[in-house]
Nanobody, 134 residues
Framework: QVQLAESGGGLVQAGGSMSLSCATSRSILDAYAIGWFRQVPGKEREGVACISWRDGTVFYSDSVKGRFTISRDHAKNTVLLQMNSLKPEDTAVYYC???????????????????????????WGPGTQVTVSS
């Protein structure tokens, strides 16, 4: 199983910014799509953003588009999620994940990741809490 580790969560006021980091290995960064997900207690986990291993193409859910940015840092072997204009409804545990599978992911790749999980995921990080106060 791929090792992933999130960092950077915490408490921020609405309208503020926060950056999350997902540490992994260079081999994973160069060969796998990596996604960010979030989950609120009592709700299904949802995909937030994905970055393609092949060319760095990115995809976002409608709820974060224009506010969140996913990127790769090859020098640090990390995938970053920069979150701006945060809202209380962004409060959740955030996870990074990789090694996706299933017919939908095979067909459209990273484009499948944002939104409800309609594919399999083999590797998850432990998660980091993000709390946005109003």
């Amino acid at each position: 199983q791929v090792q992933l580790a999130e960092s950077g969560g915490g408490l921020v006021q609405a309208g503020g910014s926060m950056s999350l980091s997902c540490a992994t290995s260079r081999s994973i960064l160069d060969a796998y799509a990596i996604g960010w997900f979030r989950q609120v207690p009592g709700k299904e986990r949802e995909g937030v953003a994905c970055i393609s291993w092949r060319d760095g193409t990115v995809f976002y859910s409608d709820s974060v588009k224009g506010r969140f940015t996913i990127s790769r840092d090859h020098a640090k072997n990390t995938v970053l999620l920069q979150m701006n204009s945060l809202k209380p409804e962004d409060t959740a545990v955030y996870y990074c994940a990789t090694d996706f599978y299933g017919p939908l992911f095979q067909a459209v790749g990273c484009r499948a990741i944002p939104g409800p999980l309609k594919y399999g995921v083999r590797s998850w990080g432990p998660g980091t809490q993000v709390t946005v106060s109003s």
